[in-house]
């Protein structure tokens, strides 16, 4: 079983459009992760979510919006993309307490905005 | 404010030697770190993670990695690679104090085994 998914795993489109990526882990996890790699692999985090809050949102523009409907699915919306938003996200999970800081990440969404 | 410096962009090395890539971090209060691995279009992978205690940490894969305190480094280091050690290694750390599992990644090292 995979623990976490991301859909799609390619993400191609024009500039201006909207986009959503979907993220969702089956490991029980109370936190979830959205990291942004860029074209020379640097990861940064976006954003963090816990228990349904946002915990962390790193200088990330309003553009990006995460959304929680529940514990187990956190999706990444883009609005107006531009050319600087290719790049891959990734999405991770953690459960504070247990194995603490180690986070589970996706396969990645590679997102190419033409 | 926590840094990662991994001073190394691409390791290149033959097949059966050994390797060691090299991970400092800066950081006013006790850490967690990490190495994460990365195979050619696929997502990351936990290599190891050193929490508290041995400073010497195996991971998966014959992988191992010492904590140093004094030097603040966390080397990745393997007696003897194959080809399918061919990735990205990224090193994290986390820090104790926010409570909340902020993980600060190295711009990461490409290492090549050759045949």
């Known amino acids: 079983d995979t623990a976490v998914s991301q859909t799609p795993k390619y993400l191609v489109t024009q500039m201006g459009n909207d986009k959503s990526i979907k993220c969702e882990q089956n490991?029980?996890?109370?936190?979830m992760y959205w990291y942004k790699q860029d074209s020379k692999k640097f990861l940064k985090i976006m954003f963090s979510y816990n228990n349904k809050e946002l915990i962390i949102n790193e200088t990330v523009p309003n553009r990006f919006s995460p959304k929680s409907p529940d514990k187990a699915h956190l999706n990444l919306h883009i609005n107006s993309l531009e050319l600087g938003d290719s790049a891959v996200y990734f999405c991770?999970?953690?459960?504070?307490?247990?194995?603490?800081?180690?986070?589970?990440f996706g396969p990645g969404t590679r997102l190419t905005v033409l | 404010a926590q840094s990662v410096t991994q001073l190394d962009s691409q390791v290149p090395v033959f097949e059966e030697a050994p390797v060691e890539l090299r991970c400092n971090y800066s950081?006013?209060?006790?850490?967690?770190l990490f190495w994460y691995v990365q195979y050619p279009n696929q997502g990351l992978q936990l290599l190891l993670k050193y929490l508290s205690g041995s400073t010497l940490v195996k991971g998966i894969n014959g992988f191992e990695a010492e904590f140093n305190k004094s030097q603040t480094s966390f080397h990745l280091r393997k007696p003897s690679v194959h080809i399918s050690d061919t990735a990205e290694y990224f090193c994290?750390?986390?820090?104790?104090?926010?409570?909340?599992?902020?993980?600060?990644f190295g711009t990461g090292t490409r290492l090549t085994v050759i045949p």
């Open positions: 950081s006013s209060v006790s850490v967690y």
């Open positions: 994290a750390v986390s820090d104790l104090e926010t409570g909340a599992n902020n993980l600060f």
């Open positions: 991770a999970s953690s459960q504070v307490g247990r194995e603490t800081d180690t986070q589970y």
């Open positions: 490991l029980g996890h109370d936190t």
